[in-house]
């Protein structure tokens, strides 16, 4: 009998799910999901990537290159290369970085745990400075010392670097960026805050 009432649960929950067309059935399908991807998907996220932000949306322009996938990097690097001459790294070396044409407001990148004796020049890190959300930059230069690693990093579209990130220890650490899997994808959510923020924060980006 509690065999036969458990079969009829997951039957009409099914329908609901996946053939109820109402609005009740479409309400009751989102919150499924939601409770799904948030209470199963992104937990097990955490533990496999050992980091509390596995998917980063990019909310600001600091990594932006002018083109963005199609950019022109000769072009790129011809505007910004005094940024990165200060720590002695050449076109050469940048063009063998991950991520070397940067990312875009609104894309959605996958992050891992960001080992402090495994992140290298080139890498880009996610860290806390006291700021509402974390920073995502690129890693110039790595200090050595008794307490640990010290990193430096600047925004690729940045002129120049923020006082907070010319002395990044290992505990602000936030995770690394791996991959961008989603380009634009996450302007569905960042649509609904753009009037929040500071007039020159908002809209599409465009190269510094």
């Not at 290159?65 to 070396?93: A, C, M, P, R, V």
Request: net charge neutral; with cysteine.
């Amino acid at each position: 009998m509690k065999k036969r009432g458990a079969n009829n649960f997951f039957k009409n929950l099914w329908t609901v799910f996946w053939k109820d067309d109402s609005f009740k059935g479409w309400v009751i399908s989102i919150i499924f999901l939601f409770i799904l991807i948030k209470g199963l998907f992104f937990p097990i996220l955490e533990i496999t990537t050992g980091t509390e932000l596995p998917l980063v949306i990019v909310e600001s322009c600091s990594m932006y290159h002018k083109g963005n996938l199609i950019s022109n990097f000769d072009n790129w690097w011809e505007t910004h290369e005094y940024k990165y001459k200060q720590f002695q790294i050449s076109s050469t070396e940048f063009n063998d970085f991950d991520l070397k044409k940067g990312f875009n407001k609104g894309d959605i990148l996958f992050v891992t745990r960001a080992k402090p004796d495994k992140i290298e020049v080139g890498d880009i890190i996610i860290f806390q400075a006291n700021y509402k959300n974390p920073i995502i930059h690129r890693v110039v230069d790595i200090q050595t010392t008794d307490q640990g690693k010290i990193f430096s990093t600047i925004g690729d579209n940045n002129q120049g670097q923020l006082s907070i990130e010319k002395n990044i220890l290992e505990e602000q650490l936030v995770g690394m960026a791996s991959a961008k899997i989603v380009p634009y994808f996450g302007w569905i959510k960042l649509i609904f805050f753009e009037k929040l923020r500071p007039s020159s924060e908002r809209g599409f980006c465009h190269e510094n």
